[in-house]
């Protein structure tokens, strides 16, 4: 994930634009391509919170009063399933109501305090919030209250919320009212003109351009209920289309839900807490995805990255394959559809090349900034025929390979080409725009890239994971085209992927420091640096087999392993800093990524030792959520991991995490042409006695499965399948 990508790499975001997330109080929804960001008690009281639609922010507040007075908040809870955010309120004892015209003032009436509940829903649903408002009178007599919503859109730029500051903005238009609705309209230097509707019902007694106001009398032990829905950019009226009220659009987001459900596998164990992180885990998935029309794509993150990224969801696609492979199959899909198709260096775009981020907001339009379509990443491109070939290995859809194939070709040549632009035989990085992304790897902090004694390493840079990925899209592209009848041109695609691996070992390995340095620079020299990115090695299969154990060793050391995971840096390295983004924290998925490689090469305790780490850090985090990043120090005693301030959460990449560390520990693979689904020593972590998969799909037919700890070895039992699929356990 990048770093604030309209500020200069030396600058830090303001404090007006993360003072939301490091309060630690912030509530999330997301649908498509809107999302909200509000407070714990789901208010938009200034900051970066609001109702964000296509990278613009369509409310910028949006707050609940009554009697003049804030309600106070007794709980709020997101459902299980993320689908909606409810919150209880109470009053504090109010004064008498004033009514909206001062002539119709009724009587003195004082609310006691704690008399008034207040229950609010709220989902998103296709561009639209809705919100339920239920309120109960617990009084033994009647009570007046004047229930005001007040409301604003800015039409922020989403990086203007982050903190961008722009010379000139364009036109707010003046509210157009009707009786139970307004609508709010910016017109944009791009001459997109951007819209909110908010409409309420019952109608308020007074609506302006600001607030909603409703004159209520709550009989003693009454109740009512109001209801609102926010649109972004709504269709204009009179639109043929049938309006869906609350109910039915959150009967309409219920049934997309258990459709999801319904292709995917279903993990539960003998470990509750595990059960629920796992839970939570598919949950923040499901709602990252946003329906496309190659389908479903994870979106990187909330609130920054709440859009299409390359590399974010190729690696997120591959840690959620076995348990749902509509998303590896979408993901290749979008990025083929938009991948580069000529010379660009005001966005980094060369042929063959995959995306980095797309964005959709005025500032992209405009060129502002550069991430319309930016593709500043070495190596999405690569990752993207791993993923095929991970996809044709997992699924057996040949017709969906046989269609990319040429977006395949095209990124093969770009590997050989300009991302080898020096022929050397390694992959190498240099951005084009100035403002562009210094560092293109997965750590692409303007410092992540440096020597042993902290200077910088100038381009171009060969990062060691660089290699390992274009080693794997060799090979994978050697499966697919064996597949596709090509075996000439496979052993080619071989030959080529073993030269590299020989001349990488050659290079990179360091037997001093026990691991691959960590890049080359511009002049070849090695950046002798222990940084996790040399376990990629490990999960790409790059590394020889007799550097496995050393390299396992070496991350596993104190020094790089918190009790948390591992961490990006070891402590000690010249950068190294607990806090920082990139150079001593731990990301999840960094972690699944190194486990993954070493349970390829069969050292699958290992993998159990991270995993582990990593579900005890999901365990003491809200939610069981786990974050984007979160600090490196180590783990003490009654204590959880230390948050990092403006870590995305929920973050696709670190949600998919228990998915890919699962998969590593049981050994699981699967063989379509024999419809056969394998599984290679496996090992259950610690905290598992019990394990069991269902509705695990291959082809027509499934597989439900149950593994258990015996005597310290795994016992597996078939429960059910249909469709021939075969359980094959492979032991010793």
Known sequence: MDLPSTLPEHDELPASATTALQQGHSTTLKHG??????????????????????????????????????????????????????????????PPAAS???????????????????????????GTWYERLAIRNFDDRPHRIRLELRFAADFADLFEARGARRARRGTLHAPSLGADAVQLAYTGLDGTLRRTRLRFDPAPALLDGHR????????????CALFVEIACNPPAEPDCRPRLGFGQALRAGRRWLRQQASRRAHVSSSNDIF???????????????????????????IPWYSTAFGRDALITAWHMLWYDPAIARGVL?????????????????????????????????????????????ADATPLFVMLAGAYLDRSGDLATLRRLWPNIEAALRWIETEGDADGDGFQEYRRKRPDGLLNQGWKDSHDAIFHADGTIAEGPIALVELQAYAYAAWQAAARILRALGE????????????????????????????????????????????????????????????????????????????????????????????????????????????????????????????????????????????PELFCGFPRRRGQGPVLYPVACSPQAWAASTPFA?????????FDPARGRVEFDQPVLPRFLHGLSLHNLRLGEGHL?????????????????????????????
């Open 33 to 94: 391509d809107s999302f909200a960001l509000a407070d714990h008690a789901g208010e938009l009281t200034g900051g970066a919170e609001g109702l964000y639609h296509g990278d613009t922010r369509h409310l910028s507040r949006f707050s609940l009063w009554l009697n003049g007075q804030r309600p106070l908040l007794l709980s709020a809870a997101l459902l299980q399933n993320n689908a909606a955010l409810s919150c209880d309120l109470t009053n504090a004892a109010l």
């Open 100 to 126: 909206a015209a001062p002539e119709q003032r009724p009587p003195a009436d004082t609310v006691p305090e704690d008399m008034l509940h207040l229950r609010r829903s709220r989902f998103l649903w296709q």
């Open 212 to 223: 909603a106001v409703w004159e209520l009398t709550l009989p003693a032990r009454g109740r």
């Open 275 to 301: 059960n629920e992180a796992m839970r939570r885990a598919a949950a923040d998935l499901t709602m990252l995805l946003t329906e496309t029309p190659h389908g479903p794509y994870p979106y990187a993150g």
């Open 333 to 377: 899909g979008f990025l083929a559809e938009n991948q580069a198709t000529a010379h660009d260096p005001a966005t980094d775009a060369e042929p063959g090349k995959i995306l980095h981020e797309t964005r959709q907001g005025e500032m992209a339009l405009l060129g502002e900034v550069p991430f319309r379509r930016y593709y500043g990443s």
């Open 487 to 626: 075996p000439a041109r496979a052993a080619e695609y071989e030959a080529r992927a073993a030269s590299l691996r020989l001349a990488f070992d050659a290079a990179f390995w360091d037997e001093a420091l026990g691991t691959y340095v960590l890049a080359l620079d511009g002049q070849k020299r090695p950046c002798r640096v222990r940084a996790s990115n040399a376990g990629h090695a490990l999960f790409a299969g790059i590394a020889l087999p007799e550097r496995a154990a050393q390299l396992a060793h070496t991350l596993l050391d104190p020094s790089f392993f918190t009790g948390w995971g591992i961490r990006t840096i070891a402590s000690g390295e010249a950068r190294y800093n607990p806090m920082s983004y990139h150079n001593g924290s731990v990301w999840p998925h960094d972690n699944a990524l190194i486990a993954e490689g070493f349970a390829r090469y069969g050292l699958r305790e290992a993998a159990s030792q991270v995993f582990g780490a990593i579900f005890d850090a999901a365990t003491a985090s809200d939610q069981r959520r786990l």
């Open 661 to 669: 560390l699962l998969r590593a520990c049981i050994g699981l693979g």
């Open 704 to 732: 439900d499965i149950a593994f258990q700890r015996v005597d310290g070895e795994v016992a597996m039992h078939v429960l059910g399948r249909s469709g021939g699929v075969q359980a094959v356990l492979q032991i010793g």
